[in-house]
């Protein structure tokens, strides 16, 4: 397993951008695909965007389609969510988790998990 480090959460006003990274320590950070969650007070944690292990696949929830984009440098062992044009309802803490198949959406099917980051949109 690898061990996951979330940064760059904050509070920005709608329109505005925020990046997050996902940083991970381990072996062969490049053999597994990569979630970004987020869930709000008294909501599930639902996926965003994934990305497969060597990013040549990337996959988006309809709700971010067009304004986030998945990324990663393995070189870095570093994962990424450029997020724009955000909205009051991405608000939310962020996670990012790591599990063998980018098709995988449920939060049970990733292994690895980071500690979260708070991404607030003011209106």
């Known amino acids: 397993q690898v061990q996951l480090v979330e940064s760059g959460g904050g509070l920005v006003q709608a329109g505005g951008s925020l990046r997050l990274s996902c940083a991970a320590s381990?072996?062969?950070?490049?053999?597994?695909?990569v979630g970004w969650f987020r869930q709000a007070p008294g909501k599930e944690r639902d996926i965003v965007a994934r990305?497969?292990?060597?990013?040549?696949?990337?996959i988006y929830e309809d709700s971010v389609k067009g304004r986030f984009t998945i990324s990663r440098d393995n070189a870095k062992n570093t994962v990424y969510l450029q997020m724009n044009s955000l909205k009051p309802e991405d608000t939310a803490v962020y996670y990012c988790?790591?599990?063998?198949?980018?098709?995988?959406?449920?939060?049970?099917?990733?292994?690895?998990w980071g500690q979260g980051t708070q991404v607030t949109v003011s209106s």
């Open positions: 988790a790591a599990g063998p198949l980018v098709q995988s959406t449920q939060p049970a099917d990733f292994g690895s």
């Open positions: 381990g072996r062969s950070f490049s053999s597994y695909a």
């Open positions: 990305i497969s292990g060597l990013g040549k696949y990337t």
